[in-house]
């Protein structure tokens, strides 16, 4: 039984990570007074896990997008100053792909979604104690037209 709840899972997990139709790349920043404006999904210490409490937020961002015309929804993953530069980059992209995954599957089109990676808040600069700030642990939705 515990091996069939293993590949159940694997297969979950398997069927909602984001379809790499998606583009991995730098979003477009802006946009003027027309847009919708962005949406900030935060993240636990060393996490890409989406807070349960946040999938509303999901559901809301995919209502709007699609109410707003939207053409596409970005996500930019970002980490706080703690840890190895490589690893918070990797994770940065992991809550980005995390948020995608939700995304999907409350109804957004996967070809519709880009991927971005913006670690470590405030590149090089050490700001002490404030080093890891929750609101650095985030991805931010985008949205452009």
């Known amino acids: 039984m515990i091996k069939l709840g293993l590949l159940l899972a694997a297969g979950t ?27 900030w999904l935060l993240f636990d210490l060393g996490s890409a896990h989406v807070r349960p409490a946040d999938k509303p937020k999901i559901a809301e961002a995919v209502k709007t997008a699609k109410d707003r015309q939207v053409t596409s929804i970005c996500l930019v993953g970002h980490t706080d100053k703690l840890g190895d530069k490589a690893l918070n980059a990797k994770l940065a992209r992991e809550r980005s792909q995390a948020v ?30 404030s080093d890891a700030s929750e609101k650095d642990r985030r991805v931010t939705i985008l949205f452009s037209r």
């Open 13 to 39: 997990l398997l069927a909602t990570a984001p379809s790499f139709g998606q583009t991995v790349g730098s979003c477009a920043r802006g946009g003027g007074a027309n847009q919708p404006q962005p949406v």
């Open 100 to 129: 995608a995954a939700e995304l999907i599957h409350a109804g957004y089109p996967a070809n519709h979604i880009v991927i971005a990676a913006d670690p470590e808040a405030f590149g090089d600069m050490s700001l002490g104690s």
